[in-house]
């Protein structure tokens, strides 16, 4: 659950809400555009000022994986040179640059903010008032 809700870019508190303005990772005008709040916890987006300069630690990381997952087919699956690898490798990381930049997001905040079951229990119920 908690590994879907992380792919869907959902709120790490209510797993409900949404943690990017724009869904798509490839308006780059709108990458790094995040709510305030959740719109169904109230949970921050940002607990702290500069949260998210951590967030390079896991882009490094993710770099690093996809690098060493790439090397090995390429290398050895695919039987292709060094030299072309290293094209190849820029071309995806160009390519893959925003999914990686918002995943890294994601992941650094799932770290520090828990799941509470309770915050969708209050979103509802809260919900359930303003209709009354």
Same mark, same amino acid.
């Given at each position: 659950?908690m590994l879907?809700?992380?792919l869907?870019?959902?709120?790490p508190?209510?797993r409900?809400?949404h943690?990017?303005?724009?869904?798509?990772p490839y308006?780059?005008?709108m990458?790094?555009k995040?709510?305030?709040?959740?719109e169904v916890?109230g949970?921050?987006?940002?607990?702290?000022?500069?949260?998210?300069?951590?967030a390079?630690?896991v882009?490094y990381?993710l770099g =690093?994986?996809?690098? @060493?997952f790439?090397f #090995?087919l390429?290398?050895?699956i695919? $039987?292709?040179g060094g030299?072309?690898f290293?094209?190849?490798?820029?071309l995806?990381?160009?390519?893959?640059?925003? =999914?990686?930049?918002? @995943?890294s997001?994601? #992941?650094?905040i799932?770290?520090?903010? $828990?799941y509470n079951a309770?915050a969708?229990?209050r979103?509802?119920t809260?919900?359930?008032t303003?209709k009354?």
């Amino acid at each position: 659950m908690m590994l879907l809700s992380m792919l869907k870019c959902k709120c790490p508190k209510c797993r409900k809400g949404h943690l990017f303005i724009n869904s798509n990772p490839y308006i780059i005008n709108m990458l790094s555009k995040m709510p305030k709040n959740c719109e169904v916890c109230g949970q921050p987006t940002e607990p702290e000022p500069g949260f998210y300069f951590g967030a390079m630690y896991v882009s490094y990381a993710l770099g =690093v994986a996809m690098f @060493a997952f790439l090397f #090995v087919l390429v290398e050895f699956i695919l $039987k292709i040179g060094g030299y072309h690898f290293m094209w190849i490798y820029s071309l995806v990381m160009l390519l893959l640059w925003p =999914v990686v930049f918002r @995943a890294s997001r994601v #992941v650094y905040i799932y770290t520090f903010v $828990k799941y509470n079951a309770a915050a969708n229990l209050r979103s509802s119920t809260a919900t359930i008032t303003k209709k009354l």
